[in-house]
């Protein structure tokens, strides 16, 4: 694994090397392996030579742990300084794994056919995929899922800020959708939903999308999280309909129904309502009481008969 070369700026002289891994990350692996390295190499040979020490004499018991722990720690250094060149490789391992098979194959055919019978062969796998509907479609979907994941990743690396150590987020995952695709996304410590929320136009133009969602993939961890990347919408297309065979030819169409008379006003005095008189409580109907008069020819003070009782009406 080289060194990555800092970028030069523009117009500058080219140093003929290409940056594969970034500096700052180079050297973050590089400190985490000598950590890493330290810490196996002493847990381990400690616990080793503890074991060793009720077998053999603790001297021994020490030279022993010693050869234990250095290995141990020298293969977790390893892995450790390799992280990322693994996780690059993670990043293009269906690009490599798809070129190796076709490779493969095409090895396998010329040698075991001839010129003819190979080009025949290749014009049956590359053209009846491209012809046919469903198989083409299968194929650019799958594809565009290879392509949203690499144009993630440059998203991450060019505008996104990881953490200090230069780590990116790790694409996990990506499948197609029917208005797009969904990728599952691993943050490193640095990162949350909330900040790619800010920038979800940006991913939408990187991606060549139209819109791009992110929420969180589980409930138990933050740093899962899904992108949903939409490229077309599916609710405004045309669905034919078996209904309309079942309509038959006959059936009048709205023009041909007699319109009816619809109101636009209502004349009151044209609806007859009945008359309703209700009878006077205590008095029979149809009689007037006659009334008297006193000497001084004023009427006399109405009795406590003559007065409506108010809880008849109540």
């Given at each position: 694994m080289s060194k990555s070369s800092p970028r030069r700026p523009f117009g500058?002289?080219?140093?003929?090397t290409v940056t594969v891994i970034e500096a700052r990350v180079h050297r973050?692996?590089?400190r985490n392996a000598r950590l890493a390295f330290?810490?196996?190499?002493?847990?381990?040979?400690?616990?080793?030579?503890v074991v060793a020490a009720s077998y053999m004499h603790p001297i021994l018991a020490l030279i022993v742990g010693g050869l234990i722990g250095v290995p141990t720690g020298g293969i977790v250094w390893v892995l450790v300084r390799i992280w990322p060149v693994l996780r690059l490789l993670w990043w293009w391992l269906p690009e490599i794994g798809a070129t190796v098979l076709l490779g493969v194959g095409?090895?396998?055919?010329?040698n075991h056919t001839t010129g003819p019978v190979t080009a025949v062969v290749v014009a049956l796998v590359v053209g009846v995929p491209a012809a046919i509907p469903a198989s083409r479609r299968f194929v650019l979907a799958w594809g565009m899922c290879l392509f949203v994941r690499h144009r993630l990743r440059v998203c991450f690396a060019q505008f996104i800020i990881a953490n200090q150590s230069g780590s990116l987020p790790l694409i996990l995952w990506a499948r197609p959708t029917p208005v797009g695709e969904r990728v599952w996304v691993y943050l490193r410590p640095g990162l949350s939903a909330k900040d790619l929320e800010a920038?979800?136009?940006?991913?939408a133009v990187a991606c060549h999308a139209s819109t791009v969602l992110v929420e969180r993939a589980s409930e138990r961890t933050a740093a899962y999280v899904r992108f949903d990347i939409k490229r077309r919408e599916v609710l405004n297309a045309n669905v034919s309909s078996p209904l309309v065979d079942v309509i038959t030819t006959d059936t009048p169409t709205a023009t041909d129904r007699p319109s009816p008379a619809v109101p636009t006003a209502l004349d009151l005095p044209d609806v007859d309502a009945p008359t309703i008189t209700l009878p006077t409580q205590g008095k029979p109907a149809g009689r007037k009481p006659a009334t008297s008069t006193s000497a001084n020819g004023n009427k006399p003070a109405a009795s406590s008969a003559d007065v409506d009782d108010v809880s008849d009406w109540i």
């Open positions: 500058g002289k080219s140093t003929g973050s692996s590089a330290i810490l196996t190499a002493v847990i381990v040979g400690l616990l080793a030579a095409w090895t396998k055919l010329a920038r979800l136009d940006k991913i």
